[in-house]
């Protein structure tokens, strides 16, 4: 092969992993929140948080090892099924509020000090800053039974009107609609029983149909979807293992669409400055260049969405791991430089399978892209911690690390060659030196518009910290709540929320640690 045609090729190689690098370094923060989201679904089904050491009462695994009467299988599948939906239940709602960056977190309330085992009132709580919102869960055949044992239940024979108490009732998906339906027909019913009675002069027992009626009208705004159908909920007693991996593919999907919007932004930014270099060397016609500006996009899609999904999996099942080392490891960028590496070598063992490449070339590009990834996956978390914006400095980081290393790398290979450059070689060597001016000017330009975005957002959050400052009416929460927003604009969370947990602060013996 002519060595201009395959020193060309060998950049091209090299710039498509930098565009990989560039992708995967973008993705770190995407990763890791996804990453941890999808760890909740293992949490789930072994009951134990390894990155926290807590052992959890219940797990999806041990439930379905439950005892089963050969004469009431399916009832007792069923029964067991709704301790499922409530474990199910909780990783899902907590792998969401992850994905949103919410602070909210849900727990069985066996798992939670002071509500102790089997709590006949509350299954699920939601856990906010300084509050409790309790949940009772009922996975059951007859809803409208259910719904009348608690609203009339009183000194009845099945009396659940303890149910009353907690914030939200929980059923399946399917129930929903249904339950509330009868709820608002059985309060109208019971009113116009009440008033009817009232007008006999049966006063005690219009009472009772008038709470009834009141009880009933609760329970319609407390009836909550639990997120889980019942068939749903009685796959995770049968299956807990494939409907945990289903949840867990589920969350990677979704990280894996939002990968590849990281992957076409990029990309497609990168490939155009390249191809408009190409084009003004006159290495390209302007029709080449747009056909393969659009390739390169719709790659880098496919790359952003492969890196992010298969990023997200590997970090989920290491951020769960027995071991500390790898749960160690699964918090810097390895877990998306593990899918680029894997990119990176397959190409260079596509080209020695149809001889493009010698023994001794396909190992030092796959030493190249190995060793390019592990810098760069360092280089990323060291720039997120110096630059601390959400992307930016990930991004910057990785691609530092890659170039340094790449130079480095391939430094200690040219010292082994003793060879002039050609005519060619130097007219080539030009070509590239003046692309990556170009290309470097770019970079420039895209980090000094993400800069200026970043200082218009926190102006904006400044300005409203201070505007409230300054209002006559100021409200001090309110205040707390804007300065608390501002400091997480700049990357840090306060540890005063509010006026009373301030009050606390000061008169505690405590060091006030803002």
Not at 118 to 136: A, G, K, P, R
Not at 246 to 275: C, M, P, R, Y
Not at 363 to 380: D, K, W
Not at 411 to 435: G, I, N, P, W
């Amino acid at each position: 092969m002519n060595t201009v045609v395959k020193e060309y090729k060998q950049q091209e190689s090299i710039d498509s992993d930098l565009r990989n690098i560039a992708i995967a370094s973008a993705e770190h923060e995407l990763i890791q929140r996804y990453g941890t989201a999808g760890s909740q679904f293992l949490i789930g089904l072994r009951g134990i948080n390894y990155e926290t050491g807590q052992l959890f009462d219940r797990s999806l695994l041990k439930i379905s090892q439950g005892n089963l009467n050969p004469d009431y299988v399916n009832q007792n599948v069923k029964q067991q099924a709704g301790f499922s939906a409530e474990v199910a239940s909780v990783s899902k709602r907590n792998a969401q509020a992850i994905i949103n960056k919410e602070s909210s977190r849900f727990s069985r309330s066996e798992d939670i000090a002071g509500y102790g085992k089997n709590h006949n009132v509350v299954d699920i709580v939601e856990l906010l800053d300084d509050s409790e919102i309790t949940s009772q869960m009922k996975f059951i055949k007859d809803p409208k039974e259910l719904l009348k044992n608690i609203a009339c239940g009183e000194g009845e024979k099945k009396d659940f009107s303890r149910y009353l108490s907690v914030d939200k009732l929980e059923v399946p998906t399917e129930q929903v609609e249904d339950m509330k339906a009868i709820c608002k027909e059985e309060a109208k019913k019971l009113a116009k029983q009440s008033d009817a009675l009232r007008k006999l002069g049966k006063t005690e027992l219009a009472d009772i149909k008038l709470k009834q009626s009141k009880n009933y009208g609760s329970l319609e705004g407390k009836v909550t979807d639990s997120g889980l159908t019942t068939e749903e909920a009685i796959q995770y007693r049968l299956n807990p293992k494939a409907m945990t991996a289903k949840d867990i593919g589920k969350v990677s999907h979704e990280a894996g669409l939002e990968g590849l919007k990281f992957g076409v932004a990029i990309g497609g930014s990168i490939s155009a400055v390249n191809n408009v270099v190409a084009v003004y060397s006159g290495n390209k016609e302007f029709s080449e260049a747009v056909l393969a500006i659009s390739k390169d996009t719709l790659i880098s899609g496919a790359t952003g969405y492969a890196t992010a999904a298969s990023g997200t999996a590997i970090k989920t099942y290491m951020a769960q791991s027995s071991k500390e080392i790898v749960r160690n490891i699964s918090k810097s960028n390895m877990p998306a430089m593990v899918v680029t590496a894997c990119l990176s070598t397959g190409k260079s063992i596509k080209k020695y399978a149809i001889g493009e490449l010698t023994e001794a070339e396909l190992s030092q590009e796959i030493g190249l892209s190995v060793t390019g990834m592990m810098s760069s996956s360092m280089f990323a978390a060291i720039g997120q911690v110096a630059i601390p914006i959400p992307v930016l400095g990930a991004l910057i980081g990785g691609m530092v690390g890659y170039a340094l290393t790449n130079t480095m790398y391939q430094s200690f290979f040219d010292v082994l060659k003793d060879a002039k450059l050609s005519t060619e070689r130097r007219q080539l060597v030009e070509m590239q030196c003046e692309a990556a001016k170009l290309l470097s000017k770019e970079y420039e330009l895209r980090i000094k518009d993400l800069f200026a975005y970043r200082i218009q957002e926190l102006e904006l959050y400044s300005n409203n910290m201070f505007d409230a400052l300054n209002s006559p009416d100021i409200d001090p929460n309110e205040f707390c709540s804007k300065m608390n927003r501002f400091a997480e604009e700049l990357g840090t969370k306060l540890s005063i929320n509010n006026i009373a947990e301030l009050e606390a602060a000061m008169i505690s013996d405590e060091p006030l640690v803002i």
